[in-house]
């Protein structure tokens, strides 16, 4: 059975700290690893990772894959409150299967 | 309107009634699914349609049934409910079923039985 593992499961930071979010997984057939962020309802769409070593970077956002260790992680450099989240990792394995983790609940405290 | 459009947003039903969830997707995606999601556990996922074919979980009960009459909608109808199946549901399509499969998930319904 796939499984995706999360850690740490919360988080409180203070604005302006760095975060690292993990993900371990085990997903047979692996095609990729996505990251999504959920705010208040919704989970919005954050990186789509498929090649080991490659950083995928959006502003203050970045993130990697370890193909031979089975992990990545999410890096968030100079939090903000509007960075308070819960973001969510998903190994997607056979065709329309994503297998999610429980989920960072991130807190950014001003 | 665009992307992922559920309604309605909250529902409190009792474990008698018959509702139904509904989700529209303005995206042109050729793939829809359906997600609980319940407190501190991931995401579950309980049935995908791609190209109106339902690709089923067989761990859903089936007070849980799922329709997809277009590419555009999807429908959960639930009757006979337990108090554990309150969660958010949702709804959520993809472009490409097969690969790269990025979902783009509405808001969510949150469902209340009891």
């Known amino acids: 059975e796939d499984k995706v593992v999360q850690s740490p499961l919360s988080l409180v930071v203070h604005e302006g700290d760095t975060v690292t979010l993990n993900c371990s997984y085990e997903?047979?057939?692996?095609?990729?690893l996505l990251w999504y962020k959920q705010e208040k309802k919704a989970p919005t769409f954050l990186f789509m990772l498929t090649s080991s070593g490659i950083e995928k970077k959006s502003g203050r956002l970045s993130s990697i894959l370890d193909k031979k260790e089975l992990f990545s992680i999410l890096n968030i450099t100079a939090t903000q409150t509007g960075d308070s989240a819960i973001y969510l990792c998903?190994?997607?394995?056979?065709?329309?299967?994503?297998?999610f983790g429980s989920g960072t609940q991130l807190t950014v405290l001003p | 309107e665009t992307g992922v459009t559920q309604t309605p947003r909250h529902l409190v039903m009792g474990m008698t009634n018959k509702k139904s969830l509904k989700c529209e997707q303005h995206?042109?995606?050729?793939?829809m699914y359906w997600y609980k999601q319940s407190a501190k556990k991931p995401l579950e996922l309980m049935f995908v349609y791609s190209l109106e074919e339902r690709v089923e979980n067989n761990s859903v009960p089936s007070r849980f049934s799922p329709e997809c009459p277009n590419s555009s909608h999807l429908f959960l109808h639930l009757h006979t409910l337990q108090p554990e199946d309150s969660a958010l549901y949702l709804c959520?399509?993809?472009?490409?079923?097969?690969?790269?499969?990025?979902?783009?998930f509405g808001a969510g319904s949150r469902l209340t039985v009891l």
């Open positions: 995206l042109g995606h050729n793939a």
């Open positions: 959520a399509s993809s472009q490409d079923s097969f690969g790269a499969n990025v979902l783009t």
């Open positions: 998903a190994g997607e394995g056979s065709a329309r299967q994503l297998t």
């Open positions: 997903v047979t057939n692996f095609r990729s």
